[in-house]
């Protein structure tokens, strides 16, 4: 449910203008409109700055996981660190740095790989022949290629061979004309680099620790700082969200607060004597959004949010698509035994997951429950298709197990009709949304063409449809199909756009006959991928399940179960990391496609943020 607003529009003399601005901040229920679009300053330019340092600094401190130990000759405690400022400092210094040191250790790394087939040597002895006249030239070359006469012209010495290669080094007062890769060496030894890696790591190590350091005892300084700047910057923002008439005697402010909250800003209003004006959102305000669902539908608000949060106006869609995407994501996923494994994780997390954290896990107990449910349905349990199983205990119910096995509607696998089904209910159901929400902004009669494709479509299900399946309908029943039918059609013609003429409506109503026919097939076909998904995991664990037994059937019993148990773990590992990410995408491209384009539910909705203080 979308929460009222209520639109509120100020004016504070200059004079009393940073007062207010403190006033409503402290009282936390107003949420400003930015009136200046595009509006900047520096302070607003600084404060965002700090905040992305802040975001970096709060990311290099991240890959710190581990807990701090501090070692008989650590300093790392004193850094002498007395606020947020000097910690974020300290911290872009230490990622600078380790930046530097990673990049040197790189070099160093390549350079030891350079030189690892040469092995150790002197430099100096080498620079000792040049100044003879011999200068040494470092060549690798196949094996197979390597010329014996290059030893007795050249002094050619093998040094090493790796990967089919011969590396070999020359002594010549010219430059060798020979059939070989010349090589550039550092300029250092093996044993330069190899001390100069280990200087490094030392160096790394020391930055890593004082990371773990900071993590530990010093990340809510810098929680701190990052709140104090946030804070800074709503005020900025606000600060450019007012215009000045008057000749800057007097200052209009104008934002949004909840209905339910409407009291408290007045009787402050009234206190402090604020010239004020109260009003309901016109249809054209772009009023903030704020959503209040209960328990169970607001698990599912982040699905909506990814979408697009809806107008004020636009009808909250998140208690009609929450059990939809639930139903669709046991049937994607499918498995009774992957269900179990999600509801037990998920029960799992939430004793150890924070508070705000805590209704992600809720939301998978959710889903692996359905999941369970879906899979017992169509007898699917970590693979194993519960239908081809002669086991006893399964006996009594094997012929209920929804399964191509037991039952085929119109020669179909049921799961497929029954995914269209699902879908047809989704999409008819998207169609009444959408003729609620033309009735509630525009009058009954816009809603009228809506519904009357509704309508029709259930009266052409029942008319048609029933027979199909071996339902006589009466002559009587009949006729009355016919007749809503006819009066929908009037309905889909001559009202789909009641503010034209008619000659208008009944062109629109052929264009949308036209869409309708072409796109409610499509859209019903979209849903089949619920079906598929769920028999496609199903398929791929019993595949692994075979493989299993038959690649292990030849060995005995006490050695047996080890490597069956590998490539089952593997197996259904791979597969239930597939299923989780199509159980997750699928439902959303349903929901996000099919359902809210029958819906007509476009988004565009901005958050009610209020102004005031953030706490820590």
């Known amino acids: 449910m979308i929460q009222k607003m209520k639109k509120l529009t100020f004016l504070i003399t200059s004079k009393e203008y940073e007062k207010f601005i403190s006033d409503i901040r402290n009282l936390g229920v107003i949420h400003i409109d930015q009136l200046q679009e595009g509006a900047t300053s520096t302070e607003l330019q600084d404060n965002m700055a700090v905040a992305e340092r802040y975001k970096a600094a709060f990311k290099a401190l991240d890959y710190a996981v581990e807990s701090y130990e501090a070692s008989a000759n650590d300093t790392t405690s004193d850094n002498g660190i007395g606020n947020a400022l000097q910690l974020l400092e300290h911290i872009e210094t230490l990622v600078q740095k380790e930046n530097t040191l990673k990049h040197q250790l790189d070099a160093a790394n390549k350079n030891i790989e350079a030189l690892e087939h040469w092995g150790e040597f002197n430099w100096d002895t080498i620079h000792r022949l040049e100044a003879e006249g011999y200068k040494a030239n470092f060549y690798t070359v196949s094996s197979k290629l390597f010329r014996q006469d290059w030893v007795e012209e050249l002094y050619a010495t093998p040094i090493s061979e790796f990967g089919g290669k011969t590396f070999f080094v020359t002594f010549s007062k010219e430059q060798p004309d020979i059939t070989a890769e010349l090589i550039s060496l550092p300029d250092k030894s093996l044993s330069d680099y190899e001390a100069e890696k280990t200087s490094l790591e030392a160096e790394i190590t020391t930055i890593h620790n004082e990371f773990l350091y900071i993590n530990e005892h010093q990340r809510d300084l810098l ?7 946030d804070n800074d910057l709503s005020l900025s923002k606000v600060h450019l969200s007012h215009t000045s008439v008057a000749d800057d005697a007097v200052r209009l402010l104008q934002g949004w607060t909840l209905e339910e909250t409407e009291s408290a800003v007045i009787e402050y209003l009234e206190q402090n004597n604020i010239y004020y004006d109260i009003e309901k959102p016109s249809i054209d305000d772009n009023v903030p959004i704020q959503l209040k669902n209960n328990a169970y539908t607001k698990l599912f608000e982040p699905i909506l949010k990814m979408y697009s949060l809806p107008r004020y106006n636009d009808l909250d869609v998140t208690p009609f698509l929450a059990p939809f995407f639930m139903l669709f994501f046991g049937l994607c996923m499918g498995d009774a035994g992957y269900g179990l494994l999600i509801l037990i994780a998920s029960i799992i997390a939430k004793s150890k997951l924070k508070d705000d954290m805590k209704p992600y896990a809720n939301l998978g107990m959710i889903l692996g429950g359905m999941t369970i449910i879906c899979g017992t349905l169509t007898g699917s349990f970590f693979g194993i298709d519960l239908t081809q199983q002669d086991w006893a205990f399964l006996s009594g119910v094997k012929p209920y197990f929804i399964s ?11 799961m497929m009709v029954i995914a269209v089904v699902i879908g047809l209910i989704q999409v ?6 959408a003729g609620v929400k033309a009735a509630r902004l525009y009058g009954w009669k816009f809603g009228i063409g809506k519904f009357s494709w509704v309508i029709a479509l259930l009266a052409a299900i029942a008319c048609f449809g029933l027979p199909m399946c071996g339902v006589a309908l009466p002559q009587f029943v009949t006729y009355m199909l016919y007749g809503i039918m006819a009066l929908s059609v009037l309905g889909i013609f001559f009202f789909n756009s009641p503010d034209k003429n008619i000659f208008m409506n009944f062109a629109t109503g052929l264009w ?27 398929v791929l664990g019993g595949v692994f399940n075979q493989l299993a037994t038959t690649m292990t059937s030849s060995m005995d019993w006490w050695i047996r179960w080890l490597p069956m148990m590998i490539i089952l773990l593997f197996g259904h590992g791979i597969n239930f990391a597939l299923c989780m990410i199509s159980s997750f995408v699928h439902p959303m491209r349903l929901t996000f496609v099919e359902f809210f384009k029958n819906a007509e539910f476009e988004g565009g909705g901005k958050a009610y943020q209020p102004f005031k203080v953030r706490e820590s």
């Open 428 to 433: 008819l159901f998207g169609m009444v949304l």
């Open 512 to 538: 949308n006959t036209y869409g309708m026919a072409t796109g409610l097939l499509g859209d019903l076909l979209s849903y089949i991928r619920l079906f598929a998904l769920g028999l496609t995991g199903g």
């Open 404 to 414: 191509e096995n037991n039952y085929k509607i119109f020669g179909y696998s049921p």
């Open 223 to 229: 929680t701190k700082g990052q709140i104090d700047n």
